[in-house]
T-cell receptor, first 110, second 114 residues
Framework: GEQVEQRPPHLSVREGDSAVITCTYT??????FFWYKQEPGASLQLLMK?????EINEGQGFTVLLNKKDKRLSLNLTAAHPGDSAAYFC?????????FGAGTRLKVIA | SVLLYQKPNRDICQSGTSLKIQCVAD?????MFWYQQFQEQSLMLMAT?????????ESGFTKDKFPISRPNLTFSTLTVNNARPGDSSIYFC???????????FGPGTRLTVL
């Protein structure tokens, strides 16, 4: 089946540094891409939705890049702070079913 | 967005018993999805439930073990039959709003099977 490879599985950065999480996908029909944040003991919170027609999306404190040629999606947290410590998951879908990445556990050290 | 509520928040049960997890949406939704998440792992889609039809199960999940009901457009129930310690995980329901592609997730039900 279609797969999404997410890297790195664990990431530790100092407060104020940037953090980059990358997903590569295989489904050529993927059209929608998503980043979710899951704080410890909590549910998934949608951070951003990206359509295949867009390449760069900016949110509050982060940027999402989509490289369709390389089938790569990245989340760049700029100036990370301790509140960013969480698990981050990418997901994509070409139809209605999600394919999730394995997740990245980010720890921001004050 | 869609707001989803789950009940119970957590449960502890003995091996061999069955338990039900309820999911309620704040608006009518066509599809509801059930996911399983083991600690420190990603989410795995268990099944898709549409109103009035049998749920569609993903590989590794069966109707006998995880029967799902979807009696109306705002409600779904996941049952875990013959619970085993290996079923200990968090169960999430999710859904989409209208024609949107993004899924919204319920708060999850943390199940511990002794």
């Amino acid at each position: 089946g279609e797969q999404v490879e997410q890297r790195p599985p664990h990431l530790s950065v100092r407060e104020g540094d940037s953090a980059v999480i990358t997903c590569t996908y295989t489904d050529p029909n993927s059209y929608y891409f998503f980043w979710y944040k899951q704080e410890p003991g909590a549910s998934l919170q949608l951070l951003m939705k990206v359509f295949s027609s867009t390449e760069i999306n900016e949110g509050q404190g982060f940027t999402v890049l989509l490289n369709k040629k390389d089938k790569r999606l990245s989340l760049n947290l700029t100036a990370a702070h301790p509140g960013d410590s969480a698990a981050y998951f990418c997901a994509n879908t070409g139809n209605y079913k999600y394919v999730f990445g394995a997740g990245t556990r980010l720890k921001v050290i004050a | 967005s869609v707001l989803l509520y789950q009940k119970p928040n957590r449960d502890i049960c003995q091996s061999g018993t069955s338990l039900k997890i309820q999911c309620v949406a704040d608006s009518q939704v066509v599809s509801m999805f059930w996911y399983q998440q083991f600690q420190e792992q990603s989410l795995m889609l268990m099944a898709t439930a549409n109103e009035g039809s049998e749920a569609t199960y993903e590989s590794g999940f069966t109707k006998d073990k995880f029967p799902i009901s979807r009696p109306n457009l705002t409600f779904s129930t996941l049952t875990v039959n013959n619970a085993r310690p290996g079923d200990s995980s968090i169960y999430f329901c999710s859904s989409r709003e209208g024609g949107g592609a993004e899924q919204f997730f319920g708060p999850g039900t943390r199940l511990t099977v002794l």
